[in-house]
């Protein structure tokens, strides 16, 4: 059983930055691809980025792309979103997932076996 954590949420203005961080409790972290994915109220979760379990290979919803960048340490077991010049549609909670069943990257939030509890981000006009 993978237990993920997130932190790093909070509230901040437009225009403004954050960076999420998500630990994991395995040592096999390494291997696995990992994700964000977000929901606002009454929206569906959505993809937001994902990275191969080297770090090598990233991928980003065309909304955050050039906005976002996701990284990992794996030393640390940790997964990271780095959030830049947020927006108010940016407001959501802020998920992260792991992929176990393969080692490349899906933007599908059933393709993903493991999620945390989730982190809220708000960011104001």
């Known amino acids: 059983q993978v237990q993920l954590l997130e932190s790093g949420g909070g509230l901040v203005q437009a225009g403004g930055s954050l960076r999420l961080s998500c630990a994991a409790s395995e040592r096999t972290f390494s291997r696995y691809a990992m994700g964000w994915f977000r929901q606002a109220p009454g929206k569906e979760r959505e993809f937001v980025a994902a990275i191969s379990w080297t770090g090598g290979s990233t991928y980003y919803a065309d909304s955050v792309k050039g906005r976002f960048t996701i990284s990992r340490d794996n030393a640390k077991n940790t997964v990271y979103l780095q959030m830049n010049s947020l927006k108010p549609e940016d407001t959501a909670v802020y998920y992260c997932?792991?992929?176990?069943?393969?080692?490349?990257?899906?933007?599908?939030?059933?393709?993903?076996?493991?999620w945390g509890q989730g982190t809220q981000v708000t960011v104001s006009s």
């Open positions: 997932a792991a992929r176990l069943r393969s080692y490349s990257i899906a933007t599908m939030f059933n393709e993903y076996d493991y």
